[in-house]
């Protein structure tokens, strides 16, 4: 039995392209890889619009899916203020709740909350060693100023790829209406992404489902693409 979504030439245009660029990621060389992670991070870690950012959410890299690596980024927003030269920021990691596109946010504050699931990437309990339950980024009484999203391809023109799951565009699309309802600045959207990863726009097939970035960095540093990356980066 065919799918009906088997037809669909976006559906299968998507496909094409994560094929050729999980390829692609695969034959990247190992050391160039590395160099790449540590330019990016470093251009993240140095940027005014992280080092001011209070509330963000961001991934936990996985080196089996070749994502851009998050590491350095992570243990910098959870190291102890005083011993960094930065102010303490509340960190939000995904969580997948089901196969359905859902994905929720949780706090974490040590990289001892998370452990790895199915996929093998490294997530947050839900509940944590005290026997609390983390506090949901969709509960908290504060916005979150920054979300750094992870991603198989994008263009200039903000249109992402991401690995099919449709976790962060139901994520966003909920987030950006929950931000609307309590009349809070929008998160800006910052995707990280190697060299490679950045296509001619055209490329990408997108639907009303798929939600652009603001901007990306890569090693080359940041592309601004939205009025709000104009004015906020
Ligand atoms: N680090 C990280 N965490 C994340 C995401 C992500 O992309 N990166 N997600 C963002 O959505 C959600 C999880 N979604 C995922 C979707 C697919 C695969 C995956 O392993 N895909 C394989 C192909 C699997 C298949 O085709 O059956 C792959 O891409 O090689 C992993 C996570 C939430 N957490
Ligand atoms: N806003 C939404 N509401 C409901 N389902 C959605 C939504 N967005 C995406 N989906 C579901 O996710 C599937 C995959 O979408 P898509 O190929 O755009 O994912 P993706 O952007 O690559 O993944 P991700 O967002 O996890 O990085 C869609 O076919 C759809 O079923």
Not at 119 to 146: C, F, K, W, Y
Request: glycine content about 4%.
């Amino acid at each position: 039995m065919q799918n009906a979504s088997d037809l669909d030439p976006i559906v299968q245009q998507k496909h094409a392209l994560r094929s050729k660029v999980r390829k692609d990621l695969k034959a990247m060389i190992p050391e160039q890889r590395s160099e790449q992670d540590i330019a990016i991070q470093n251009i993240v870690l140095e940027a005014p619009w992280f080092k001011s950012s209070t509330r963000l959410c961001a991934y936990i890299s996985c080196d089996a899916l070749r994502e851009v690596d998050t590491s350095k980024i992570l243990s910098a927003v959870l190291s102890d203020p005083n011993t960094e030269c930065q102010t303490k920021k509340k960190l939000y990691v995904p969580w997948v709740e089901d196969k359905n596109s859902h994905m929720r946010m949780f706090n974490i504050s040590s990289l001892e909350d998370l452990i790895a699931n199915s996929m093998n990437i490294l997530e947050p309990t839900p509940v944590d060693a005290h026997g609390n339950q983390r506090e949901d980024v969709m509960q908290a009484s504060d916005p979150v100023d920054l979300i750094l999203l992870p991603g198989l391809a994008f263009d200039r023109s903000g249109q992402r790829l991401g690995r099919g799951g449709g976790y962060y565009d139901l994520f966003l699309k909920k987030y950006q209406e929950l931000a609307a309802d309590q009349k809070w600045k929008q998160p800006l959207l910052v995707a990280l992404a190697y060299s490679l990863q950045i296509m001619v726009e055209g490329v990408i097939s997108v639907t009303s489902n798929d939600m652009p970035v603001d901007a990306l960095v890569s090693p080359d540093g940041v592309i601004r693409i939205s009025p709000a990356a104009f004015e906020r980066m």
